[in-house]
């Protein structure tokens, strides 16, 4: 008999086709019983399917062990048969923050939990209310440097098999009745997989912004609903402003940067029922301020495989998503503001520096990108 391994395509035509971890041991046969070993994610169903052709498939058995690592046995068959493992499609931004490298809290009264925009119960129109706040604040990282030291982290922390143990100084992880100090029983698990795909290049060619100049030379960058390309870099100037209207996909292969100056900042703002996807290909994204009236779909950050730095030192409320698997994220720049993320980030690595509130919006498994 044969084994092959099948990893389902992902969804998103933003990111690469890949699943690592996903495969399956050579077979043994005892006691009329075929058994092997799957190598997967931790909390992910995976359904085995049997062909003695290679072109009809048909399941055989459903796995729904939590396990990285599970044992399979199924009922030997009486002809030749190849298996294969395959899993359903699954959500991109499944905990607030997915980091392949580490997690660092490098600021003071930083907090993370967790809404839903799209359940009244736990949100206000669609926004983050800390009446309604739920224990979803989950950070995810493969190497386990988790540095929590004195933040309030509403949800698990998640590290890799082989990960050290999480930093704690005076900081609490856990449900929102528990006040730490220190990581509440059963709020800690060790068997993190996360297959994180890189970014595709979106497309080869698009249209150039259209711009108005008004007082001072300020630049009024306007897009709508098609596919904008900027080869090079792309600047915003202090009061520059990106001006969405419509659903936008830009695609920066340069450096992406927003800068301050004259007492103003740069901006990006997306009007109702917009949305924007940012493709940047350069190794460096700087963002000051955001603002959008839509939920956290609104605003859609890819860093490609060459974006290895992003920075956010905006002082405002920041509403939307990070994908930037490769990227070193720091979001904050020191200081006495305090500052707001409602969203999810996926990162190679991901620090907070000042203060800072982290509000994890878990209907994004729902509307956000699959794998």
Known sequence: MAVVCLALLFTSNATAVTDSFLSLSSPLTTNNQIWFTLAGESEVNYVIEASSDLQSWSPVSTNSASGISRLISIELAAEATFYRVRRSILPVFNAAITAKQGIDFKGTSISVDSYDSAD????????????????????????????????????????????????????????????????????????????????????????????????????????????????????LRGGDVLYVSGKARVFVTGNFTMQSGGGKSSLIRITQNSTLQLFVGGANSTFTSVDTVGNDVSFQYYGLPTNTSLAWIGNSSYVGTIYAPEASVILGAGGSSAMDFQGAVVADSFSFNGHFSFHYDENLRRIGPAR
């Open 120 to 235: 009244p119960a736990y949100s206000t129109n669609g926004v983050y209310d800390p009446t309604k706040r739920k224990a979803g604040g989950d950070l995810l990282s493969g190497d386990g440097l988790l540095n929590v030291q004195n933040a309030t982290v509403k949800g698990r922390l998640w590290t890799g098999p082989t990960a050290p143990p999480p930093a704690i100084s005076l900081g609490s992880v856990g449900d929102l009745n528990w006040n730490g100090p220190g990581i509440e029983p059963g709020w800690l698990r060790n068997d993190f997989r996360f297959a994180i795909p890189d970014v595709l290049q979106p497309f080869s060619s698009g249209l150039l912004p259209g711009t108005i100049t008004g007082a001072g030379g300020v630049v009024t960058n306007i897009v709508g609903s098609t596919n904008y390309m900027i080869n090079g870099n792309f600047t």
